[in-house]
């Protein structure tokens, strides 16, 4: 375990994934991150790459040929190289080797880079492309924040739009996205309840804003999540479970009808030979 420190925050990542496990107040003694109870969901904060969600039939298509890339891919059940550490930043590396090759035909280093700002945590993603072929890829975060994060209950939290919202959230039946509807008509706060979530995630394409907040009508504390760059989004939460997962994805689950072939998948990133994509979010803990 990497533990990153300074006189606000600590926060605690595991080479494994490159996965965040912890981020401690140090002077609001509060944690904000789920602890992974595995009655509920083992994880805490998976790193989604090399795509987001699931695929269909769990397969995707390259030039003709067929790859098999379980949901949300490889990176969250991989072990990382510790690049360099200080006291308040780290640098994780994953790199495609023989392994990776066999689900996923591209030549590729992953950089994580975590930073502590104060009582905010930042995470710079880097893809670098040592190979002359382009690329393809989708990339996306999947932390689970503790509700509640100190007193009341589940319900007296909410999340608030950085931007009043109307939007649609696309179904998932199984792994894919299906028909959407509305779900935000002019609001820029949703009240958190566990039925929310009884239907899988939440999943948006359009949002305006750029940031999400968890508040709590108890009392002051809560967090800001900034994820600029990222145009997806989803929210999910396991069965009545005391967390919820706040989603940025540059990346989204296959469409039903969509044919497979990872070039035309939508969402999917094409990086070109000897190029480097980056993009970053924060967590900032009040």
Known sequence: MITLENDDIKADIHPHGAELHSIFSKKEQIEYLWNGDPSFWPRHAPVLFPIVGGLIDDTFIY???SYHLEKHGFARDSDFEVEDSTSTTATFLLKSNEETLKSY???????????????KVILDYEVSNPDQKPMFFSIGAHPAFKVPLTSGGYEDHALVFSEVEEADSWAVSGNYLTTPSRYLDGQQRLDLRHDLFYNDAVIFKDLKSTSISIVNNQNSHGLTYEFKGFPYMGIWAAKDAP????????????????????????????LEGQQNWTVSQSIACF
């Open 105 to 119: 035909p591209f030549a590729f280093e992953l950089r994580l880079k975590y930073r502590l700002d104060g009582a």
């Open 63 to 65: 030039q003709g040929e």
């Open 243 to 270: 967390f919820v997962c706040i989603e940025p994805w540059c990346g989204i689950p296959d469409s039903i009808e969509h044919d497979q072939n990872i070039e035309t998948k939508e969402g999917i990133i094409r």
